[in-house]
């Protein structure tokens, strides 16, 4: 059975967590609206300790097939050799045979085919969350509050003082 003061704080560190989120994404677009490319400074804690380095990168340099049939035609007619002919299911059919055998609970397709190539299981349990409806504003109320310290404190100091690789 799951307790309230872990259910509680699943709640709250979800709202916390999105709001992080929210914080940290208003942070950086204000730092890319101020920075230029290659501006790097320290983070400095009020007592004078360096906390880290904040920069703003330019961006890596990618490539990716934008156009895969495009691109094969042209390899096919510039390097013929390294085009390779391969069999291939269409994804669209591959989708109806991985949900019909999931919809039967095993590898048989809608027509009772025993279909090869294809295992069905089942994933471990995990925890889910869900914040009730306007339930965000009460919980941080609670928190700032101080309603909430003593839950919260059970599960955010160890994390806190673990440290950056959770030990």
Known sequence: MISNEVALAEVVLKVMTERLKQAKANADAELSATALPG??????????????????????????????LTLTAWVQETYPSEVEMVPAIRPAFEKVLLDSCKANGANVDANGYEVPGITVGQGEPYPTTKVADGAEDAIASAYQSGQLAEVMERFTRPAIEAGERGE
């Open 39 to 68: 501006d790097r400074t320290s983070a400095v804690l009020p007592d004078g300790t360096v906390a880290g380095m904040v920069g703003h990168a330019k961006g890596r340099t990618t490539a990716r097939v934008t156009d895969r």
